[in-house]
């Protein structure tokens, strides 16, 4: 990349087959849902992932609709979940009529803090949602243990996870539902796009009736019944052939991809690392098995007025960062459909200081470089100084 052209917060990338995938489908006769490249996904997703069923979805915010039904949610009931995520995981939840139960982050992960789950729960309470923030697993064993004592459904946010795993299972195949995300700024991408995965076999079935827009057409297909008919609520949650044909050549290259970003987010690690030995910013947690599957990679700046200058510093010099979530719990709508459960002190402060930093398929180590060591000029400070 030339040194004065701009380096984007993200960048949608071809990076196989996708458009010979396209034109495959469009030659195959049908490009609507549920077909030959929506089938090859799911399996893909089935056989590694190892979840007994998946659903390709129109976008994870369909996934997470679908788990509402599926979890069997109504109106007066309240979800736990975290403040800090995207709209789409209380907005799910809040359509059936429930109310979203927003409680604190822990400072490590940013994921949803078990310590503090238990004491949200009343009689009320039918599930429990997880949302993986940057890839980076929640604590699971806990997190499982606790919605099977008050029986409880658990459903995984894994918009951000694809890959990721938990003590050798991937992220979203622990709890009861696991959604995933193919929108253009994930991993893998399929401009929008989603995938519901069913780890409880016993909701399998209902859920293929919600996905074929509340009828029994999968089993007319299966041949099980003579004719297909209204049978459950439901909707038009599939995507396009169109879509599963661009997602399944992604798919194919999935690990190339997430090997490549961990290599970036290295190279981020590395260069502001010294930055961070003399306070100046703060770094993801990193666990013994790295950064999962590199996803997000961000900065802690002391303040907001701090990010702010940061933001504007590196977009005068071409390069695009943006801050990640204005919280939920605080919000117009989480003050009117939610309710929160304790201060949310780590939410508050962790969103009023982080900084997300350009990551994409097509970015060299020479862009890395490039966006650190303008951070670094921010700051008044040499890299190749401190690094001695």
């Not at 009736?209 to 439901?234: A, M, P």
């Amino acid at each position: 990349m030339e040194k004065n052209s701009r380096i984007p917060f993200n960048k949608p990338f071809v990076v196989g087959k996708e458009l010979f995938n396209i034109a495959q489908a469009v030659m195959n006769g049908s490009i609507s849902g549920d077909g030959e490249y929506t089938h090859r996904c799911q399996e893909w997703l089935e056989t590694h992932l190892r979840t007994p069923k998946a659903l390709l979805t129109h976008s994870c915010t369909a996934a997470l609709e679908m788990a509402a039904i599926l979890a069997g949610v109504e109106h007066g009931d309240e979800v736990i979940m975290p403040s800090f995520t995207f709209v789409s995981t209380a907005n799910a939840f809040a359509l059936r009529g429930a109310k979203p139960v927003f409680v604190d982050i822990r400072e490590d992960t940013l994921g949803i803090d078990e310590r503090l789950v238990e004491s949200a729960i009343t009689p009320k309470t039918r599930a429990v949602v997880a949302v993986h923030y940057a890839g980076q697993p929640c604590a699971m064993t806990a997190l499982t243990e606790i919605c099977r004592r008050h029986n409880l459904t658990l459903i995984e946010d894994a918009a951000q996870a694809i890959l990721s795993e938990n003590e050798g299972s991937a992220l979203g195949t622990i709890g009861d539902l696991g959604c995933l995300s193919f929108h253009e700024t994930k991993n893998v991408i399929s401009g929008e796009g989603g995938a519901l995965l069913i780890n409880n076999p016993n909701l399998i079935e209902r859920a293929e009736i919600i996905w074929q827009k509340g009828t029994n057409r999968k089993s007319f297909l299966r041949g099980q019944v003579d004719k297909y008919t209204w049978v459950d609520i439901g909707s038009s949650f599939l995507p396009s052939e169109l879509t599963a044909a661009f997602l399944y050549a992604q798919l194919e290259h999935a690990r190339r991809i997430n090997s490549h970003r961990r290599a970036l987010y290295a190279k981020y690690v590395d260069l502001l690392t010294p930055l961070k030995q003399i306070g100046l910013l703060g770094l993801p947690f990193l666990s013994a098995d790295g950064p999962a599957n590199a996803h997000i990679f961000y900065v802690l700046c002391k303040d907001t007025l701090q990010r702010s200058a940061l933001i504007a510093h590196l977009d005068h010099n071409n390069i695009s960062a943006v801050f990640h979530y204005v919280p939920l719990h605080s919000s117009p709508g989480g003050l009117k459909f939610g309710r929160s459960q304790g201060d949310l002190s780590v939410t508050n402060d962790v969103s009023g200081r982080l900084l997300r930093l350009p990551m994409y398929s097509e970015m060299g180590a020479g862009d890395v470089r490039r966006v650190c060591s303008a951070i670094a000029d921010f700051f008044k400070a040499d890299l190749s100084t401190l690094s001695n």
